[in-house]
């Protein structure tokens, strides 16, 4: 591919993704922040956003996909454990959660 | 608890946000990036723009693996749009919490154009920690630290500069869906947490049936769900 081509290719998409962004800010303008629309695209954006993560966790297409399900949903539940244990700190959280994951890719493989 | 109310503090605030892990988690998927980003015959500047303009890593990974693959640029460009769809109805969502009234459109882009998961995340639980006239502050402060960390990170891989063991790379890819779990555990709202519930039981089916449009679909249906049965069960309350 030449030099140019992958340019535009990178522009383009950064003008892709832009106009989803610009959409979104058309509708705010002319939308009432307590109105039921405004709601309902606010309920749609979460559901995004969880479904995401979810397939982020369960159905990975990153490297995650080589570490079995149930090691996978045993580092959430630890993550879990341990963001309620130091009373909701993100770093206790994130860190046991993915130290238990590498620790236990390490013995099991 | 008072709010915080002043612009220092604000800034302070943001800064030490993004550094207790954002920054961080986003530097090391963006090195991920970045070294696919070379894999696939790009250049340095190439991928460091990448993530400064698209800013959405789905799309940025659906255009190198694209690219990989050998489609077309309107193949690569459509899927990057359809990876990124999802800013539409953050964006919406996003700027009223903001509370910024007065903005002019120009600023409304920008601000658009700035956010990202992380931020969206991040911001809404903070703010109303904020007092609302500084929250627009906490959030460009936030954005900003977080996207020079993330081109950083783009460069950074890009160049191979870290070499890590395949098993803390796991961990470190890991880091990112459990942050966003973990923030979005404590949103409150009966009708977020439906929808968020019903968008994780819907994805693997729209994923199944059609993985180039799933997580529209997760939103819409799930979105539209959670908003119903929120509206259904408050009227029940009403009576």
Not at chain 2, 9 to 28: E, G
């Amino acid at each position: 591919m030449t030099t140019e081509w992958l340019w535009i290719a990178v522009i383009a998409c950064g003008a892709a993704t832009f106009a989803w962004r610009a959409l979104g800010v058309f509708v705010v303008r002319r939308i009432d922040p307590r109105g039921p629309f405004f709601q309902w695209v606010t309920c749609v954006s979460y559901a995004m956003v969880a479904g995401l993560i979810f397939r982020m966790l369960v159905l990975p297409e990153s490297e995650l996909a080589s570490v079995p399900l149930a090691v996978r949903v045993g580092a959430v539940v630890i993550a879990f454990a341990a963001y309620f244990a130091f009373s909701r700190r993100l770093v206790a959280g994130v860190l046991a959660g993915s130290l238990s994951l590498s620790t236990m890719v390490h013995w099991f493989s | 608890m008072a709010l915080i109310g002043d612009s220092n503090q604000v800034v302070r605030k943001a800064i030490a946000d993004s550094l207790s892990l954002p920054a961080f988690i986003l530097f090391f998927t963006m090195m991920g990036f970045g070294s696919l980003m070379q894999n696939t015959g790009y250049h340095a500047e190439m991928a460091a723009v990448a993530t400064l303009l698209i800013w959405g890593l789905p799309g940025q990974l659906a255009m190198v693996e694209l690219t990989a693959t050998g489609q077309g640029l309107i193949a690569i460009v459509f899927a990057c749009s359809l990876a990124n769809a999802r800013f539409m109805p953050m964006v919406v969502s996003f700027v009223p919490a903001m509370q910024r009234a007065s903005a002019s459109l120009p600023r409304q882009l920008l601000d658009a154009q700035m956010l990202s998961i992380n931020s969206w995340a991040m911001c809404l639980r903070e703010f109303p920690k904020v007092e609302p006239e500084y929250r627009h502050l906490y959030y460009m402060t936030f954005a900003s630290s977080i996207l020079l960390a993330a081109v950083i990170g783009t460069l950074f891989g890009f160049y191979g500069a870290v070499i890590l063991p395949a098993v803390v790379v796991l961990g470190l890819i890991f880091t990112s869906p459990l942050f966003f779990a973990l923030v979005l555990s404590a949103t409150p709202g009966s009708a977020e947490r439906l929808s968020m519930l019903s968008g994780c039981a819907i994805v693997p089916l729209a994923h199944h049936f059609f993985p180039a449009v799933d997580l529209l679909i997760t939103g819409l249906v799930g979105g539209s769900f959670g908003f119903l049965a929120a509206r259904f069960w408050q009227r029940g309350d009403d009576d």
